[in-house]
């Protein structure tokens, strides 16, 4: 899905696993992780501390994730599952902020635009082409809107894994990521509303109880398909 002429010149975060859980065991993390959040209400669609997500949003999102994709005539995606990624993505942005902020590691907005300016001259679109080609890629489904936030969490999450392991390799770091991700998650406490799923803390994921598989969402560097590949 990621797959273009930038990543040959970033390292590539190492996928994070999809493991089965017992929805039995995964109900009940969450319950003792969620005691750490603020108060839950029927509008949210997760809560992490006192930050929260709105099913509102979630719907908003995922209608322009549905529009978009309708209009390259791709065929409308899998609904629940643009769903369940808008709230994983906006976990991970809540949890990939609260340990930079643990660390003090900060990306300022200057390297997050710059970072944007260079991806998105060597894909020969446009910002707006970007963003919109960007949004509809299988799996995670970040709206234009919400481009420069992910790709602060991106960058954010490289130098995590540079100040946890300085001299680590690329999974040594991402384990490492992972670990210092459920750390938060159970210190801050997340909630996810039953009508998208789950939390499962152990493995940091939204966990999709219909089929008891957690739903990977991992972040990476923003890209498109390279245009002479002939990918959409």
């Not at 709105?54 to 549905?66: C, E, G, H, P, Y």
């Not at 809540?94 to 003090?104: D, F, G, M, P």
Request: net charge neutral; aromatic share 6%.
């Amino acid at each position: 899905m990621f797959a273009n002429v930038i990543e040959r010149a970033l390292v590539k975060s190492a996928p994070m696993w999809v493991k089965a859980t017992s929805t039995a065991v995964v109900l009940v993390m969450v319950a003792v992780v969620t005691s750490a959040c603020g108060a839950a209400t029927a509008s949210d669609a997760a809560r992490m501390g006192q930050a929260d997500l709105s099913i509102r949003t979630v719907l908003s999102q995922a209608a322009v994730i549905d529009d978009l994709t309708r209009a390259t005539q791709a065929g409308a995606p899998d609904g629940a599952a643009v769903n369940r990624a808008q709230v994983a993505v906006w976990i991970e942005e809540q949890l990939t902020a609260a340990v930079a902020n643990e660390l003090k590691v900060s990306v300022s907005e200057a390297q997050v635009d710059q970072f944007l300016v260079k991806v998105v001259r060597e894909s020969g679109l446009t910002r707006e082409q970007f963003a919109q080609q960007f949004a509809i890629q299988q799996g995670t489904w970040v709206v234009p809107e919400q481009l420069t936030t992910f790709t602060l969490t991106y960058l954010q999450q490289q130098a995590i894994k540079a100040k946890l392991l300085p001299r680590g390799g690329t999974t040594a770091r991402s384990l490492a990521l992972n670990k210092a991700l459920a750390k938060a998650s159970q210190s801050e406490g997340v909630y996810v509303s039953p009508r998208y799923g789950a939390w499962d803390a152990a493995q940091v994921r939204v966990v999709d109880a219909a089929n008891d598989l957690s739903s990977p969402i991992d972040i990476k560097a923003p890209s498109v398909p390279d245009p002479s590949s002939g990918q959409r």
